[in-house]
C-alpha cells in the first residue's frame, strides 16, 4: 500500500490555523482505479479563500480519507504522475502526467487514489515542466477566455488591465503579443529599483505600455493613451483589484467598451461614474472560470493544450514562482511546515509545493 500526506481542514478561517497534515493509507488499486503522486500544486488566491470560508465554491467536508472529523483537502489546481493502475484501467498507464478533471479536487497531497475518469490525461509531457502543467488551468485559462469570450479582438486592437503583475495579468499580456494585440498594463506603485524591475520584466513579455496606479490616476493619462493608441477605441478591461484603480482602468474605455471583473485583490468596492454608464454604454460585468470550465469541462481542456503547446514553444513563459519542496523522506511535521511557510509566504508571491 501507498501512505499518502494531505494537508486538510475541518474548520474555516486563517489558513495557517486551520492546515493540518492528514497522514492515511492507499490501497493498491483494483478495477477502473488508479493511484497518483504529485509533481507539483501552486497556492493559488481562490484556494486561501476556500479555507477561509469566503468562496462559493467550496469541496464538501467528508471522513471519506478516514479523518475522524469531516475534513476536506486544500488546493484545486496541481499536475500528478500516474505511479499505479487497477487491471481494469483503459486510459491511464503508469509515467502519464494528469490534472485533475473537476473543481474541489484537493491537490494538496503526495498522492491520491482516483478513479480514470476523475483526472483529464495530459496527450503529453514532451516538452513540460511540472510547474507549466501545474499552473496552466487557472491562470492562463481565464487569460485565454476573457481576452476571447467578450470582445472580438482584431489584431492591432487594445485592451487595458489592472493586476498586470498577477499569473492572470502575465498571461494575458503574453497572449496578447502572441496574437498581434496591443495591452495597457496597470500595476501598482513602488519604490526604485522594483518599479524599473517589474516595468522591465512585463515589458520581456511584450506589454505594449506599462503604467502605475497613480500614471493612471492622473489626468495627463488620457491624452498619452491617445497618442499610444491613435485615437484607437479600448474596447476590453480586465479589473483583478477592485476600488480606484478599477474606476480608472474604466475611464479609459471607449464607448460601449465592457470592464471584466475576474479578481478583487484589493477588497475594495467597485465605483463607476454614472456618466460612464449613460454616455459611454459603459459595461461592467464579471468572469469566473470555474462556471465555464464546469459546464465545458472539453472546451477547458482544450484550451489548456493549446496554451501547454505554447509552452513547449517558447511563447509563453513560466509564471515566476517560489518552490516549496516536499520529499517522500520528509516527516509529516516537515510537510506540514514547508506548507506553512508557503502559505505565509503566499502574500507576496506565488507558491508551488513540489514533491
Ligand atoms: P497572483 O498571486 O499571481 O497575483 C496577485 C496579484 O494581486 C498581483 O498582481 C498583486 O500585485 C496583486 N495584489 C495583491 N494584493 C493587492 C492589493 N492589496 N491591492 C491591489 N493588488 C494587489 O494571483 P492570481 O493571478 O493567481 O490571481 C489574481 C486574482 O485573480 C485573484 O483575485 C484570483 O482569485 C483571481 N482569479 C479569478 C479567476 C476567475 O475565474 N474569476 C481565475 C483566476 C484568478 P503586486 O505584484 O503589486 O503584489
Redesign the pocket.
Known sequence: STVSRAIIYSEYGNPRECVKVFEHKLEAPTGSQAIIRLLAA?I???DI?QIEGVYPSRPELSTKIGTTQPSAVGGNEGVFEVVSVGNGVSSLKVGDWVLPGALNFGTWRTHISVDESQVYKLRSSEGLTPLQAATVS??P??AHQMLTEFVNLQKGDWFIQ?????????AAIQLGRIWGLNSISV??D?AEPDLAK?KDDLYSLGATHVVTDSELNDKSIKKQIDEWTGGASIQLGFN????K?ATNVARQLGHSGQLIT??????QPLTFPTSLFIFKNFISR???????SKKNPQGKFAVVEKLLDLYRAGELTD?PVTKNTWRESSSNSEIEETFKTAIDN?????QLIEL
Open positions: 501552486p493559488n488566491p481562490s479563500n487557472v491562470n485559462t481565464t489592472n493586476g498586470a503583475t498577477s499569473g492572470v495579468g502575465r500595476i501598482r513602488r517589474i483583478c483589484v477592485g476600488g484603480s475576474y479578481g478583487g485583490m484589493s477588497k464579471g468572469y469566473w472560470l470555474s462556471e465555464w509564471v503566499s502574500k507576496t508571491g506565488k
